[in-house]
């Protein structure tokens, strides 16, 4: 089936340099890929696997924060992708930027 420039497919040309980018891979996503050229073909395979781990250094992350009553107490993780949104909760409660939190 051709593929032609989309949301999902951006079909990219830089000097030599031909590429095709699938954006937000899904399941679906996974098969075979042709490239076509002067009736030549290059053939791709994508394998579409779930994420590793979304959080970098999981063990040694300071789990149990103590606080001096009306000091700040700082909670803080690190993201194994520069991308990757976070969302924090207190009690099942989403958090949002205010005087009391900062996000």
Not at 9 to 23: A, D, I
């Amino acid at each position: 089936k051709l593929i032609t420039s989309s949301k999902k497919f951006k079909v990219e040309s830089e000097g030599k340099s031909r590429r095709l980018v699938v954006e937000q891979v899904e399941k679906k996503d996974a098969g075979e890929y042709t490239c076509e050229a002067a009736g030549q073909k290059l053939t791709f395979k994508v394998i579409v696997t779930e994420r590793e781990d979304v959080f970098a250094n999981q063990e040694k992350v300071q789990k149990e924060v103590k606080a001096v009553l009306t000091e700040s107490a700082t909670l803080s993780c690190e993201v194994a992708q520069a991308k990757t949104e976070v969302r924090w909760y207190k009690d099942g409660k989403l958090i949002t930027s205010s005087k009391k939190f900062k996000v």
